[in-house]
């Protein structure tokens, strides 16, 4: 008989995750509320922004609440529908949970999605998905690039990271990257693009300044921010006058029971640099704009969006952990069904 595997959040994670901070649980399958559906997941998200809603901490999202499954953008099948708008066998996503089926309310989120237009449903968790609009719209809107300017990625290597070195690049700019080993950083020249790229790691703040330094000496007139801490602090020595730095993520620092922050806040005054905090649900109702144009560019073949793609709800704490240890080799998805 078909049961409803969820993945539940049981204790808030102190520092690092451990397997005892969740709990695999099976339980029945819902049905749907009135006007609403459920959803039979078939690829879930696994992102670093998962980690921040796991503490109990003022955020853009609630916390998750102890007990139940983690929060996460999945794509699947309408199993059960109360909605006239929605049938069974569908093709949908929306923020859905880690678990086999979710009740979703249409709106919001939760929309049909065409698997037939791409090579595989997951697609719309990267290159259609989050990952892709939010280096489209983080680039594009809040970094404003200009042709000719040069832009600094950190966590360069990562989903959003490649992705937006290669928008970069479309729109006539120099791309350095900063990512974790010799491997990383190959990729980011061979199958991205980039016209450098730097490793970050074993090295102080003034070491990598200073390769920052080599590869931008005019400075960075863009600086996308993934990672934050040591690389951020580093980064900031090398602004351009007016530069725009993009907040995207901190996942250097999701783990810390200390928060780093911008310790050289100073050079953003020096610099008259501006630091637009980035969310992508505040583009929700241009996500088609977006989308549309990663399509074309991917159709084009100026875009390359990989996926690491792992299987099995029962492997979602092993899955997840990738994220932090650097083993992920492009947008990373779980796949169950």
């Given at each position: ?25 099976s ?70 949970a ?12 939760t ?5 037939d ?8 968790l ?13 680039l ?28 970069g ?111 992508i ?48 080799t ?6 169950i069904?």
């Amino acid at each position: 008989m078909a049961v409803n595997r969820r993945f539940l959040l049981v204790r808030r994670p102190q520092g690092t995750p451990v397997p005892e901070d969740f709990e695999l649980v099976s339980a029945e399958i819902p049905s749907p509320p009135p006007g609403g559906i459920v959803v039979r997941n078939h690829y879930i998200s696994l992102d670093p922004a998962q980690r921040g809603w796991m503490d109990d901490a003022p955020s853009y999202m609630p916390p998750i609440p102890l007990g139940d499954p983690v929060r996460a953008t999945t794509v699947g099948v309408v199993h059960a529908s109360d909605n006239p708008d929605f049938t069974p066998g569908q093709w949908v996503m929306g923020l859905n949970a880690i678990e086999d089926y979710s009740v979703a309310m249409p709106g919001g989120f939760t929309m049909p999605v065409d698997v037939d237009a791409v090579a595989s449903p997951s697609n719309f968790l990267s290159a259609l998905g989050a990952v892709g609009l939010t280096a489209y719209f983080g680039l594009l809107e809040a970094g404003k690039p200009q042709p000719g300017e040069t832009i600094l990625v950190s966590g360069a290597a990562g989903a959003v990271g490649s992705a937006v070195g290669q928008i970069g690049k479309i729109v006539g700019c120099r791309v350095v990257g900063i990512a974790g080993g010799p491997d990383k950083c190959r990729r980011l020249i061979e199958d991205y693009g980039f016209d450098a790229a730097i490793d970050y790691k074993g090295k102080d703040v003034e070491t990598l300044a200073a390769e920052i330094a080599k590869a931008a000496p005019d400075g960075a007139n863009v600086v996308f921010e993934n990672v934050g801490g040591t690389v951020m602090e580093a980064e900031l020595f090398n602004l351009a006058l007016h530069a725009r730095i993009v907040l995207c993520g901190l996942i250097s620092e999701y783990n810390s029971e200390e928060r780093i922050g911008m310790r050289n806040l100073w050079q953003v005054l020096a610099r008259r640099a501006v630091v637009h905090g980035f969310l992508i649900a505040d583009y929700a109702d241009r996500f088609a704009e977006g989308g549309a144009m990663m399509a074309r560019w991917l159709a084009e073949g100026r875009m390359r969006i990989d996926e690491d793609v792992q299987e099995g709800l029962e492997n979602a704490f092993d899955a997840f952990m990738r994220l932090f240890s650097g083993a992920n080799t492009g947008k990373l998805v779980l796949k169950i069904a």
